[in-house]
């Protein structure tokens, strides 16, 4: 498989919802309930769940009596997001990189560093385009990325996992744009070891700054962990940037 799309077999794939979606429930309800807490969005707002995965986040949202729409370019992750569709909540097989809804959201969020994947600067450049052309004018986008410098402090080279049958063994490294992981998967399911390298961009603060910028996006709120405490460079494990589109 081709770097370029590391993504599209890996977010298919039975593992790897099992390596990171066994996380803990409450602790993400707790940041959305916190997030919608500070942000105050009137209900009824439209909402854009961008690589929403099979939509956990985006039902939150709808939960909490949104009109949300979730969108992903994986199918297996929308078919089953599809299950909890309702009046409030839709889910819509798409790649971020290309246009989407026009002038129709009032919130777009990006949650668990659901970005950065693409090879070049001008395919992010296109993703944040349709984010911020789907919002109307004083729209607000949300991203929560991972924080570059604590990470380049705290990256752990080798582990590994158990979970249930499954063994995984994690490999990081990264260089000076990307941060680099790379998983072996054994299981009795497997007839051989499956591999996969898992690429992220290493954007920083003043990098979104200028991508928001040059869609008409300004950056109004950082944030370094889920609690919403202040950012630092060194200090918080998470960038999280709440962004206005002007008027």
């Known amino acids: 498989m081709s770097q370029k799309d590391w993504y599209t077999g890996w977010f298919n794939s039975p593992f790897y919802h099992k390596l990171y979606f066994q996380r803990d429930e409450k602790e993400a309800a707790a940041f959305i309930q916190k997030l919608i807490s500070h942000l105050k969005p009137p209900l009824q707002s439209r909402m854009l769940d961008v690589a929403c995965g099979r939509g956990r986040h985006s039902k939150m949202l709808a939960s909490l009596g949104f009109h949300v729409t979730g969108i992903d370019i994986s199918p ?21 990189r290309l246009p989407f809804w026009g002038n129709y959201f009032d ?10 994947y693409f090879k070049n600067r001008r ?5 944040m385009r349709t984010i911020a052309n789907g919002l109307k004018p004083g729209g607000h986008f949300i991203i929560d990325y991972l924080n570059v410098h604590f990470v380049e402090d705290h990256l752990i080279p080798n582990q590994e996992k158990k979970l249930g049958t499954t063994h995984y063994e994690i490999h990081k490294w990264s260089d000076e744009k990307y941060f680099y992981k790379k998983i072996i998967i054994t299981d009795p399911e497997l007839r051989m070891p499956m591999e996969h390298t898992e690429q992220v961009a290493k954007f920083s603060l003043g990098d979104f700054s ?11 709120e950082v944030f370094g962990d889920y609690h919403l405490n202040k950012y630092d460079i060194r200090q918080t494990p998470r960038l999280i940037l709440i962004a206005r589109k002007k008027n």
Request: proline share 0%.
């Open 76 to 96: 297996e992750s929308i078919a089953y997001a599809r299950k909890f569709e309702n009046e409030q909540l839709d889910f819509f097989v798409h790649d971020m």
């Open 107 to 116: 919130y777009a969020f990006n949650f668990f560093t659901s970005f950065g």
């Open 123 to 127: 395919e992010h450049d296109n993703a």
């Open 210 to 220: 200028d991508m928001l910028a040059y869609q008409g996006l300004q950056v109004i």
